[in-house]
């Protein structure tokens, strides 16, 4: 089971990593960070977000550090938000604030993320899938259900960004 399953994961979170690149390729920074109506959010914004999801939950799964902070990623993208910061529930104008238009960076954050995504989940064991991750929730999140909803969650917005490049 824990074969299949790791299989199937890795192939579901390496589309969004293949999809990338091309998604971003050829972009002015203008257009990186050009928001539909001024208030929508932006290609940047949407990879960076489901990045930091990407990065915030798998870490939680393993109990590791986030690339974001133990990679310098924080540092490097210099942004004016809090390190634990992953965009969800900002409001159009802390999105606003977003600056990064470097495709290079947004690219090479979410290829360390991927790369410590296939760590993770090559140590998953069947135990581990239904290890409880998140308590907050009714019934508790196990560790099978986080990964599936972060796999959800970074192909709608890899979605949603594909179609804001359409919109530029």
């Not at 550090?65 to 490097?76: E, F, I, K, L």
């Not at 969800?88 to 470097?102: L, N």
């Not at 796999?151 to 179609?163: K, L, P, R, S």
Request: charged content about 25%; proline content about 4%.
């Amino acid at each position: 089971m824990t074969q299949l399953a790791n299989t199937l994961l890795r192939d579901a979170f390496g589309r969004v990593a293949d999809e990338l690149p091309s998604l971003l390729d050829g972009l002015t920074p203008d257009q990186v960070l050009w928001r539909p109506e001024g208030r929508g959010n932006s290609i940047g914004w949407l990879v960076w977000h489901l990045t930091r999801v990407q990065d915030d939950h798998l870490a939680g799964v393993d109990g590791r550090d986030q690339v974001w902070t133990s990679g310098g990623w924080a540092r490097r993208f210099g942004l004016p938000y809090d390190d634990a910061a992953i965009g969800y529930g900002q409001s159009a104008d802390e999105v606003a604030v977003f600056e990064v238009s470097d495709a290079e960076l947004l690219v090479g954050y979410h290829a360390a993320v991927h790369e410590m995504t296939l760590s993770v989940l090559d140590a998953m064991s069947d135990a581990d899938y239904e290890r409880i991750v998140d308590e907050r929730w009714d019934p508790p999140v196990t560790a099978a259900v986080r990964l599936v909803s972060v796999v959800g969650d970074i192909t709608q917005h890899v979605g949603q960004a594909a179609y804001v490049r359409g919109l530029t």
